[in-house]
């Protein structure tokens, strides 16, 4: 395995270089993203987070569904949106209450199976379907979906609280399949029980009220090191990544596995004493879990494998997000 070559592949992978796009958004709705005073995070985490008092704060995420993924199985793609929304509230320790959509479609064949995709994710997931917009007129087809969920203010999991000093652990299902026709989607939800699938949501709650992480997101479109390249940038600080510690299905490639999006899987930060509680907890719900690192003080994203260790991340030259929020 060469190294400097997957370094390369990370880099250049549009889940990573897409991201870059956000600094206009940030800075045009910078100055009205705290209007109300009650917002508690900045821009950057899986979900906003609005307090609503009595150590209470409403989680607020939305996500759109690639056109490519729309293209080759509108059917996944439905079951799909359902599933990037319920991981972005249970990355927070938060509990997914209801979620809504916008469709817009030009094809009625492709209309019924988005919305049996739909139905059959908020099934697997108890999580209802509340309402949306529907262009049943559109010149393309497109599907973008929003959900609210609920925590405890005091032990919410943002991506901004990881300290120099703490380790970084990766727990992801391993026990899945590339979905077929989509290798990059590690599907572990789809053929699982509804019942394992829903308690590793809640075991994420479980982790957050017992303050274990110091910071978390679920892995997602930039992969399992872009994901933790968000975080760490978030926090403000770097991370040294040994590879090989990584959780890996070994029947997936190293190119492919660190830029698949895992239907459950999470990165996280913690003090040294509460990393092996966070892999005792988790570990029974079927994730794999590795402490994988450290985070540093310097800016930088570092991966080792071997003897060698290169520079995956710089914040200052090649970071995952561009943002300003002055």
Known sequence: MDLANLVKTLQDFKGVS??????????????????????????GDDASAIDI????????????????????NPYWAGYCSVLVNVNDIAAMGGKPIAMVNIMSVNDDEIYDEILQGI?????????????GHLHPDSEFNSLDVAIAGIANKDSLIT?????VGDKVLVAIDTDGRQYPGIPLNWDTTYEKDEKLVRDQIKVMQEIAEAKLPSAGKDISNPGTLGTLEMLLEASGVGADVVLD??????????????????????????????????????????????IVGEVIQEKK?????????LVLFDQESNPVLVMNND
């Not at 956000?22 to 900045?42: A, C, M, R």
């Not at 008092?53 to 080759?72: E, S």
């Open 301 to 309: 994203l570092y991966l080792s494998h071997n003897d060698e260790k």
């Open 18 to 43: 897409r991201k870059n796009s956000i600094e206009k958004v940030t800075k045009s709705l910078g100055e009205v993203y705290n209007i109300s005073g009650e917002v508690l995070l900045d821009f």
């Open 159 to 163: 991506s901004s609280g990881a300290n």
């Open 53 to 72: 008092g009595n150590n209470q704060v409403v989680l607020l995420a939305a996500d759109g569904i690639w056109g490519q993924l729309m293209d080759v």
């Open 245 to 290: 510690k990584i959780p890996r299905n070994e029947s997936v490639p190293w190119d492919e596995w660190l830029i698949a999006y895992p239907g459950a899987a999470f990165v996280l930060t913690a003090p040294p004493e509460n990393a092996q509680k966070i892999i005792d907890t988790l570990t029974p719900y079927s994730f794999e879990v590795a």
């Open 119 to 131: 139905v059959d994710g908020c099934k697997k997931f108890a999580v209802p379907m509340v309402g």
